[in-house]
């Protein structure tokens, strides 16, 4: 008689739900948008319709981000993720050997300046214009000169923005090599339990949830509706 044939046993490592489905579906949708701006205002010429287009994604992605923050489920909150100045300081000391569910507390400080920097360029953009041929869809609500300021402003915060998309992905390398996988839970939502502090709780990525999310979504899609009508179709302010 013939032995059984052994088959390879997989074993799933225990994993605990950490980012919610709407905060990856943001991050990805936001790498996306903000990748399409720069490429765009790079090329100029026809590809000014779709630097616009991406801007007014970038700034309702974010405006969506900044809500979750306050009412999603619990790595996503703020309130969660931005620690103390000590804590950080420790955790900069220490870095090895403290354990984190969500963003640790130098990643947090970093995430949140990131937002608020994408939000500033994405809303300066809104009211900036170039004089040729293109204009944000709120120009025509403020005088000339608050359009050139903000229009300087949106020029000048481009090179911060490459600052700090090079230090976002060069940090999220720095972690790979050390063996700290981050990827990997930004698009399952997963992360193994043995790598996260003992009592860590998921995060809830239920359908209520997800509904949730979706209502704010739809809510924030007319506001981008709006902006892109605005873009579009309102007369230019300039001859
Ligand atoms: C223009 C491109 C990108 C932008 C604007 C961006 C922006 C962001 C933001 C705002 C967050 C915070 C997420 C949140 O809490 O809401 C974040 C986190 C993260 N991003 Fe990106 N990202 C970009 C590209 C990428 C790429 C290409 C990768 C993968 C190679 C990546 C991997 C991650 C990971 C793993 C985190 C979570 C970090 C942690 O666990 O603390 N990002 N990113």
Same mark, same amino acid.
């Given at each position: 008689m013939t032995s059984p044939q052994k088959r390879p046993i997989h074993k799933t490592i225990p994993a605990l739900r950490i980012w919610d489905l709407p905060t990856r579906l943001f991050h990805w949708l936001l790498a996306i948008s903000i990748t399409g701006a720069l490429i765009t205002i790079n090329l100029g010429g026809g590809w000014m319709d779709w630097h616009v287009r991406f801007g007014i994604a970038s700034f309702v992605l974010l405006f969506f981000r900044l809500v979750w923050g306050l009412i999603g489920p619990r790595y996503a909150r703020f309130s969660q993720f931005v620690t103390s100045p000590s804590k950080t300081i420790a955790y900069i000391r220490v870095p090895q050997g403290s354990r984190h569910a969500g963003h640790n507390p130098l990643g947090a400080w970093s995430v949140l300046a990131m937002l608020l920097l994408f939000l500033f360029q994405s809303a300066t953009g809104l009211f900036a214009?170039?004089?040729v041929m293109t204009q944000g869809? =709120?120009?025509?609500?403020?005088s000339n000169d608050t359009v050139a300021l903000l229009t300087r402003m949106h020029r000048f915060t481009e090179y911060l923005l490459y600052a700090m998309i090079g230090l976002h992905l060069t940090a999220i390398a720095f972690y790979s090599v050390r063996g700290q996988a981050l990827v990997k839970p930004m698009v399952t939502g997963d992360v193994p339990?043995?790598? =996260?502090?003992?009592g860590t709780q998921s995060a809830r990525d239920d359908w209520r949830i997800r509904l949730g999310a979706l209502v704010l979504a739809t809510a924030l899609g007319a506001l981008a509706w709006w902006l892109w009508d605005l873009a579009f179709n309102a007369p230019m302010s300039f001859s």
């Open positions: 214009n170039d004089d869809p =709120l120009v025509q609500f403020v339990k043995h790598t =996260l502090p003992s």
